[in-house]
């Protein structure tokens, strides 16, 4: 089957069509925006005229781009889902209204299910091994304790879920807290990794450790990037990627002191991002903290996977 899995956060908007079969996934087509369609949502309860505007440009390509792809094989399942500033904001109906004008129904989806198809397609390569796995977004980061068992005759992994959080901790809502200086001072930097630490410590107070942490989104992947100094970006080189603490804090450091006209022409830094990287780093540096991991891996495969993995289930294909 073809499988269309559009994800809208607060920060990016995303794009997948893969075939699913027996055999697994195959990409057909991927495209990834930053829309910061969260701006201003966590002081105003608010999404703003402009951010629904863009990001509504954004998805109306992606449909044209998911009937491309159904010119040659149809597409038999389109899954758009919105998450953090759609669950906060008082106007998301307004937004779920746009998209359907432009032929795209959006589920806006509460912090557990975004936990599960997260690290339903996270933790799928990396069946039968407990797992620490964080999603962090714009608005909201998702921890998950578990493990995905299966055998590579199984399309689809059982999940376990020890224990799965969605907080409403996030880069782009961190940043808008927070760290306002340019570049952000010590004292905001550490005001904003005792919120970090204060915020997640109770997922950890449970026992919530293993020895391999699996981070994925925009903050993991852009260590990788600048740490190797990526141009262009290269997915096949970050996804499955080792970052020890060390070569970690090597990054934040560089970030936390640079203003942000540096930050964005630093190698492997998308522009648009470097304004919310450095919070993304210091709710990562919590969790490696509080888990007291020396590393982490990185993973492309997320929510995105999640979703075609789910629909492919749904459809009765193990």
């Not at 919070?279 to 509080?290: C, E, N, S, T, Y």
């Amino acid at each position: 089957m073809r499988v269309a899995a559009i994800d809208i956060g607060t920060v990016t908007s995303r794009l997948l069509v893969a075939d699913v079969d027996a055999s697994g996934v195959r990409q057909v087509a991927r495209q990834s925006a930053i829309t910061n369609l969260g701006e201003g949502v966590d002081a105003t309860g608010e999404l703003k005229p402009e951010a629904i505007d863009r990001t509504v440009a954004q998805v109306a390509e992606y449909r044209r781009i998911i009937d491309e792809c159904a010119a040659s094989i149809p597409v038999d399942r389109v899954v758009a889902l919105a998450t953090s500033a759609s669950r906060d904001a008082r106007n998301s109906d307004d937004f779920v209204s746009r998209l359907g004008d432009v032929g795209v129904e959006l589920s806006v989806i509460p912090g557990q299910r975004e936990a599960s198809l997260s690290f339903l397609g996270a933790s799928n390569d990396f069946r039968n091994q407990d797992l620490l796995f964080a999603d962090i977004g714009g608005g909201s980061t998702e921890l998950v304790f578990g493990r995905a068992e299966g055998t590579d005759g199984d399309l689809v992994p059982n999940l376990s879920l020890r224990d799965s959080y969605s907080f409403n901790i996030g880069c782009r809502r961190m940043t808008e807290r927070f760290l306002a200086g340019d570049p952000p001072s010590k004292n905001e930097l550490g005001t904003a990794s005792a919120w970090a630490h204060e915020t997640l410590a109770p997922f950890f107070q449970k026992g919530n450790t293993c020895e391999r942490l699996v981070a994925v989104a925009g903050t993991p992947t852009s260590v990788v990037a600048v740490r190797d100094a990526l141009v262009p970006y290269d997915s096949s080189k970050v996804h499955g990627a080792h970052v020890t603490r060390v070569e970690f804090d090597e990054v934040a450091r560089r970030m936390w002191e640079l203003p942000l006209a540096e930050r964005m022409k630093v190698p492997g830094i998308q522009p648009k991002r470097a304004g919310i990287f450095p919070a993304g780093l210091v709710i990562l540096g919590a969790v490696m903290d509080l888990a007291h991991l020396d590393g982490f891996t990185v993973s492309e495969s997320d929510i995105l996977i999640g979703i075609v993995l789910d629909a492919a289930r749904e459809a009765g294909q193990r």
